[in-house]
């Protein structure tokens, strides 16, 4: 049932997948439900959620508690093998790394300056573009030393979830969780403003050699670069090739046809 814990012949408090798998596993104790949280995959709406349904918090107004209590709802090894219903939320992995460069890279946020210190601060991070991010992830150890960009696969505690969501598609799981086990999926958008709704979308070149200073300067204008505006031909296929397995996951149990490059 578990995915990774009979990888190792070790104490399975000390297999290290495993455990980084119930490190970013939630319970809703009213359900007896487990939710496998994924950075970038509206992780921070569902934490919300959870936290509120748990009788933690009572609304958004409080919502930063979310960001110190990520493992306050992390089930036992029994509650993770007994539960009644296990979800978990994917999204198109071109997508999911154009996401982190508008946010966390334009943004300069923590996870930016500590992936210029994995670059032993040779990179500049105002002159970064999305071409030089995606090619960087394909020099070990740089695609799993950060959560925002792991691959997804290996945040799965389970071979089997009862639902796999599609971030494309949220409001399936909106409706879904509340039908299965009456939980109130409450919107963080506001919270956190990593989304990027509020901005008009370019389309008109392709900017994946565009730095992100000048990224973060069309954002104080209402503008940003679509998520497909920041790759060409040769980075599509990098990423097909660097994240083929959560490519081949999303394909499985999602659809498709909504990749942003099928």
């Not at 349904?53 to 209590?69: D, F, P, R, V, Y």
């Not at 007994?82 to 300069?108: E, G, M, N, Q």
Request: glycine share 4%.
């Amino acid at each position: 049932m578990f995915n990774f814990s009979a990888n190792s012949l070790t104490n399975l408090n000390q297999n290290g997948q495993h455990q980084f798998c119930m490190n970013y596993a939630m319970q809703v104790f009213s359900s007896n439900a487990i939710y496998s949280f994924i950075p970038k995959n509206g992780c921070s709406t569902l934490r919300l959620s959870v936290g509120i349904a748990n009788g933690c918090i009572t609304g958004i107004e409080q919502g930063n508690w979310i960001h110190q209590n990520n493992q306050t709802f992390k089930p036992t090894l029994k509650d993770a093998a007994t539960a009644k219903y296990k979800f978990v939320i994917l999204r198109c992995p071109f997508r999911r790394l154009a996401s982190v460069f508008l946010d966390k890279f334009v943004a300069k946020e923590l996870d930016a300056w500590q992936y210029r210190d994995l670059l032993k601060r040779e990179v500049n991070l105002d002159d970064l573009t999305f071409e030089q991010f995606v090619k960087s992830l394909a020099v070990p150890p740089m695609k799993g030393a950060n959560i925002h960009w792991k691959p997804q696969s290996l945040f799965l505690l389970y071979k089997e979830y009862d639902n796999y969501f599609a971030l494309e598609h949220f409001e399936k799981a909106i409706t879904t969780l509340k039908d299965k086990i009456d939980l109130d999926v409450v919107d963080a958008r506001s919270l956190t403003g990593h989304g990027t709704d509020k901005f008009e979308m370019l389309n008109d070149r392709s900017y994946c050699k565009t730095a992100a200073f000048d990224i973060a300067i069309l954002k104080r204008q209402g503008k940003c670069p679509s998520h497909e505006a920041l790759y060409n031909d040769e980075l599509i296929q990098l990423v097909k090739k660097l994240y083929a397995e959560d490519i081949s996951l999303y394909t499985k149990r999602c659809n498709q046809s909504d990749l942003l490059f099928p």
